[in-house]
């Protein structure tokens, strides 16, 4: 599955609308083979970009600045309720031994982060960024991000991955447990390949582990929920100035992917750190 991106690289509506399709598909197959015990079933799913710039850089900003002008409170709940249906879909893998796997080759920010982290393997590049400007203005990642971090690190360090909103390396955080397989630039397909090639005679260890994961360290569709109703409170209160940043972030989005061989110049990132 692979985002392919005409405009700014977000999750608008239209890609949220394929993802919904594509993971209905999806599901259908594989619970079909899971039933009937086919021998061959799909066992993998690997998310990645067409453009190995730029996996997601999160939300339809614009659009949500639409939304929070005229106040519409079931637009904006709406939209998040798409964003945590498909997260929710990846991180319980359909519901049945399965294995989802993000490839990210470039930048992930935001609900671009989030929806790597909602895969049960995270496989990054070197030259991967990742970071949640939420915070920068007056927001906060609000489509599992913390609920997903907390099942990789600790609490506190997952807590100053949203607040202090800077961009991290791939391999900062390869190192804190964040990304689970760290590759060289280019090789990021080979490794994904490579992985499911391992596993693949081993693969009911794998799905086992992964049951525990999901006893131990359960993410809940009501948790989801319940921080989605937080994210809209949030949004509908936020200043003009907050706005304007807001607005400010969907421009250089938009700028960087149309002109720019990166995504994060200088001047975007000081300011995701200030």
């Not at 594509?22 to 021998?39: A, E, F, L, N, S």
């Not at 850089?57 to 998040?80: K, T, V």
């Not at 895969?119 to 990742?130: K, M, Q, T, Y």
């Not at 999901?214 to 993410?219: A, Q, S």
Request: charged share 20%; glycine share 8%.
């Amino acid at each position: 599955m692979e985002f392919k991106y005409q405009h700014r690289p977000c999750f608008s509506r239209g890609l949220l609308d394929d993802l919904s399709t594509v993971q209905r598909v999806i599901k259908q197959i594989v619970h079909t083979g899971y039933h009937q015990g086919q021998y061959n079933r799909l066992l993998f799913q690997i998310i990645a970009s067409t453009d190995n710039r730029v996996f997601n850089l999160g939300g339809d900003l614009a659009y949500f600045i639409r939304l929070i002008g005229a106040g519409n409170r079931d637009g904006l709940r709406q939209y998040a309720k798409n964003c945590i249906d498909i997260q929710y879909t990846s991180i319980m893998h359909y519901g049945v031994p399965f294995t989802t796997l993000a490839l990210v080759e470039g930048t992930a920010l935001g609900g671009g982060f989030e929806a790597a982290l909602s895969a049960n393997i995270l496989i990054a590049e070197a030259r991967a960024r990742f970071g949640f400007p939420e915070v920068t203005f007056g927001m906060f990642p609000g489509m599992g991000a913390l609920s997903l971090l907390i099942r990789r690190i600790n609490p506190a360090m997952a807590r100053r991955l949203i607040m202090d909103h800077r961009v991290y390396t791939a391999s900062e955080l390869y190192e804190l447990g964040v990304v689970d397989i760290l590759v060289q630039d280019g090789q990021g397909r080979k490794a994904a390949a490579d992985f499911m090639q391992r596993n693949i005679n081993k693969v009911h260890g794998l799905h086992g582990f992964q049951a525990a994961v999901d006893r131990i360290l359960p993410v809940t569709y009501d948790e989801l929920n319940d921080i989605v109703e937080l994210w809209v409170d949030n949004a509908l209160q936020l200043s003009e100035k907050n706005r304007r940043l807001m607005a400010y972030f969907a421009r250089a989005q938009t700028k960087r992917f149309a002109t720019s061989d990166s995504l994060i110049n200088e001047e975007d990132s000081q300011l995701i750190s200030n």
